[in-house]
């Protein structure tokens, strides 16, 4: 959290952007927070703290923490934009719910064998991939469909 929320005031002094008591309430919430929530939740959950921020101060201060490489923002193929807490690195893979839009990151090597082999095969150099892979998770499959 410390470490977040120096990165947080660096990238602002860098955009001479001021340092604001409501950014960082919304960074510490957002951190406590599951990932990839869309902006109305998010701001339904910081305004549950703290009635005062509003809406456009969270939607505001997320693209400041996308800037800062604290938050990815994604756009999934279901509509909704939603927001991730960011590790580092860009080969994340995902499985989206299109009923429920709930989400689930992966790592398999074997699409990175897959993709160095492909690459290889057509000489190009890849920099970052990732896979979404769309359908029902298993809470909207149903028992029945489970044990397959
Ligand atoms: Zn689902």
């Known amino acids: 959290m410390n470490e977040a929320l120096r990165v947080l005031r660096e990238h602002l002094k860098r955009a001479g952007l001021k340092r604001t008591s409501q950014r960082e309430a ?9 990932d990839f929530l869309s902006v109305d939740e998010i701001a339904r ?4 703290r703290d009635r005062r921020i509003g809406m456009s101060t969270v939607y505001r201060s997320l693209k400041l923490f996308v800037e800062a ?4 923002e994604h756009h ?7 927001f991730e807490k960011s590790g580092g690195g860009g080969g994340r893979n995902y499985l989206i719910c299109t009923r429920c839009h709930r989400v689930q990151p992966f790592e ?11 690459c290889r095969g057509l000489s190009f ?18 028992p029945a469909a489970e044990e397959d």
């Open 108 to 118: 398999d090597p074997l699409i990175e064998a897959v993709r160095d082999k492909v």
């Open 125 to 142: 150099t890849p920099d970052f991939n990732r896979l979404e892979v769309y359908g029902l998770c298993s809470r909207c499959r149903g």
């Open 76 to 82: 999934f193929l279901t509509g909704r934009t939603t």
């Open 69 to 72: 490489g604290l938050a990815r």
């Open 26 to 34: 919304i960074l510490r919430i957002f951190l406590e927070l599951p």
């Open 45 to 48: 959950a910081v305004g549950a």
